[in-house]
C-alpha cells in the first residue's frame, strides 16, 4: 500500500505499475447534502426518502458521482498526489450506496507513458469488499524538473 509522498505527490519517475493507494470515507446525510449544493443535483432518489422509497431502490441512494470523488481525492491527495491533473476518466456503476456505507476508493497504477508523462489508473470503489464502481483515469504526473542552466 502507498502513502503519501512526504512532497504532496510522486513525481513521474518515481511511479510503477502496481503501486496502490486507498481511501476510506463515510457517506453521511451532510456529505449527499453538500454534493447536492455543490453540483446542483437535487434528484429526490437522492434527497427525498418518501420519493426514493417507491423506486427501484427503496430507499435513498448517495450519488454515484460523489461516491466517484473519492477517487479523485486519492488521486489528488496520495497516489499520483499534489501536481497530477485528470485527462480522462471512464466509470461504471455496480451498486448503490447508501447513508451509513463507507466507500473504500483504490487507485492502483496500471500504466506509466515517460513520454507523454501520463499515468493510467484503474480506480475501484468498494462497500463491505463489494465492487460498487470501477473505470480508468487518465493523469498528467509533473516529471523531475530540470536543473537551470547558468
Same mark, same amino acid.
Given at each position: +500500500?502507498?502513502? $503519501?509522498?512526504? /512532497?504532496?505527490? %510522486?513525481?513521474?519517475? &518515481?511511479?510503477?505499475? =502496481?503501486?496502490?493507494?486507498?481511501?476510506?470515507?463515510?457517506?453521511?446525510?451532510?456529505?449527499?447534502?453538500?454534493?447536492?449544493?455543490?453540483?446542483?443535483?437535487?434528484? $429526490?432518489?437522492? +434527497?427525498? &426518502?418518501? %420519493?426514493?422509497?417507491?423506486?427501484? %431502490?427503496?430507499?435513498?441512494?448517495?450519488?454515484?458521482?460523489?461516491?466517484?470523488?473519492?477517487? /479523485?481525492?486519492?488521486?489528488?491527495?496520495?497516489?499520483? =498526489?499534489?501536481?497530477?491533473? %485528470?485527462?480522462?476518466?471512464?466509470?461504471?456503476?455496480?451498486? $448503490?450506496?447508501?447513508?451509513?456505507?463507507?466507500?473504500?476508493?483504490?487507485?492502483?497504477?496500471? /500504466?506509466?507513458?515517460?513520454?507523454?508523462?501520463?499515468?493510467?489508473?484503474?480506480? &475501484? =470503489?468498494?462497500?463491505?469488499?463489494?465492487?460498487?464502481?470501477?473505470?480508468?483515469?487518465?493523469?498528467?504526473? $509533473?516529471?523531475?524538473?530540470?536543473?537551470?542552466?547558468?
Amino acid at each position: +500500500m502507498t502513502g $503519501p509522498h512526504p /512532497s504532496g505527490g %510522486y513525481i513521474l519517475e &518515481e511511479l510503477s505499475v =502496481g503501486m496502490v493507494a486507498e481511501k476510506p470515507v463515510i457517506i453521511t446525510e451532510e456529505r449527499i447534502q453538500r454534493f447536492a449544493e455543490a453540483s446542483d443535483d437535487f434528484n $429526490p432518489v437522492h +434527497m427525498d &426518502e418518501a %420519493y426514493a422509497s417507491k423506486t427501484a %431502490y427503496r430507499g435513498r441512494i448517495a450519488h454515484g458521482l460523489l461516491s466517484a470523488s473519492f477517487g /479523485s481525492a486519492v488521486v489528488g491527495t496520495i497516489l499520483p =498526489g499534489a501536481g497530477a491533473i %485528470y485527462l480522462a476518466q471512464t466509470l461504471a456503476f455496480h451498486k $448503490p450506496v447508501r447513508i451509513g456505507d463507507v466507500v473504500i476508493a483504490k487507485i492502483t497504477v496500471a /500504466s506509466v507513458d515517460e513520454v507523454s508523462a501520463r499515468v493510467v489508473l484503474t480506480c &475501484e =470503489g468498494h462497500v463491505n469488499g463489494e465492487l460498487i464502481m470501477d473505470g480508468e483515469a487518465t493523469v498528467r504526473v $509533473p516529471r523531475r524538473r530540470r536543473p537551470a542552466k547558468d
